[in-house]
């Protein structure tokens, strides 16, 4: 099986089978989706061989099986998004739906900014919000979202507070370490990068073949934990 497809069948739901696993219709998925109500699908594999990530654009497919391919941790955005309509409207529903994404993912940042790397964009030194670079963050993280990139980036996606781990693990690994290039440190640096490392490991996806070779999990996990070392 080529190795492309080996990694989509293995981790992600063609369309039919994800919107089983919802328990809704492949008609009433794609409206959600259409309606800005659930994300979009991490993959669209195309009949003339053409991978459309969510992440990274268009790249060639080779012999990946055609269809739109979905991270099952996005079921639990389906369900939202039905519960969310269902009381709203889907109008009001999408207002409600990047409301509370937005709100959570600014708390799980105002908690991540504390315990793992300091955003000094969005909370001052007492951890208090800046109301401007925190805006930005969140209007990005909901574009990012709803058009599918963490279903490309995030090991799990199914909360906003993990999707704010692996971004701010992100920032952190490339910030200390000049985004891979640098392996040398001091030994007490050296050991709270492996921790971040670990961390990041886990959260982030591995990324497929077509991904891999321009992806962070290159840059930032395998690529340090091959290089880092300590100081003699």
Not at 16 to 36: M, N, Q
Not at 120 to 136: M, N, T, V, Y
């Given at each position: 099986?080529?190795?492309?497809?080996?990694?989509?069948?293995?981790?992600?739901?063609?369309?039919?089978?994800f919107a089983a696993?919802?328990?809704?219709?492949?008609?009433?998925?794609?409206?959600?989706?259409?309606?800005?109500?659930?994300?979009?699908?991490a993959y669209v594999?195309?009949?003339?061989?053409?991978?459309?990530?969510?992440?990274?654009?268009?790249?060639?497919?080779?012999?990946?099986?055609?269809?739109?391919?979905?991270?099952?941790?996005?079921?639990?955005?389906?369900?939202?998004?039905?519960?969310?309509?269902?009381?709203?409207?889907?109008?009001?529903?999408?207002?409600?739906?990047?409301?509370?994404?937005?709100?959570?993912?600014?708390?799980?940042?105002?908690?991540?900014?504390?315990?793992?790397?300091?955003?000094?964009?969005?909370?001052?030194?007492?951890?208090?919000?800046?109301?401007?670079?925190?805006?930005?963050?969140?209007?990005?993280?909901?574009?990012?979202?709803?058009?599918?990139?963490?279903?490309?980036?995030?090991?799990?996606?199914?909360?906003?507070?993990?999707?704010?781990?692996?971004?701010?693990?992100?920032?952190?690994?490339?910030?200390?370490?000049?985004?891979?290039?640098?392996?040398?440190?001091?030994?007490?640096?050296?050991?709270?990068?492996?921790?971040?490392?670990?961390?990041?490991?886990?959260?982030?996806?591995?990324?497929?073949?077509?991904?891999?070779?321009?992806?962070?999990?290159?840059?930032?996990?395998?690529?340090?934990?091959?290089?880092?070392?300590?100081?003699?």
């Amino acid at each position: 099986m080529d190795a492309l497809d080996t990694y989509l069948q293995a981790r992600y739901l063609p369309a039919p089978r994800f919107a089983a696993a919802c328990a809704v219709s492949p008609h009433t998925l794609a409206g959600l989706i259409d309606d800005g109500l659930a994300p979009r699908p991490a993959y669209v594999v195309t009949t003339d061989a053409t991978l459309a990530s969510a992440a990274f654009g268009r790249m060639p497919a080779a012999a990946a099986t055609p269809g739109a391919y979905h991270h099952p941790g996005h079921a639990a955005w389906v369900a939202l998004a039905l519960s969310l309509r269902a009381a709203s409207g889907p109008d009001r529903a999408r207002a409600l739906l990047e409301e509370r994404f937005r709100g959570r993912y600014a708390a799980a940042l105002a908690d991540l900014d504390r315990r793992i790397h300091p955003l000094l964009d969005s909370f001052d030194e007492r951890g208090h919000p800046i109301h401007d670079g925190l805006a930005c963050r969140t209007a990005a993280a909901w574009t990012n979202f709803i058009g599918g990139v963490y279903g490309v980036c995030v090991a799990d996606p199914s909360t906003e507070h993990a999707i704010a781990r692996k971004e701010v693990l992100q920032e952190a690994l490339t910030l200390l370490t000049a985004d891979g290039a640098r392996t040398r440190f001091p030994r007490d640096t050296t050991l709270h990068v492996r921790r971040l490392v670990e961390q990041y490991a886990a959260d982030t996806m591995p990324f497929s073949p077509s991904e891999y070779p321009r992806s962070s999990r290159k840059r930032l996990v395998d690529g340090l934990r091959a290089g880092a070392e300590l100081p003699s």
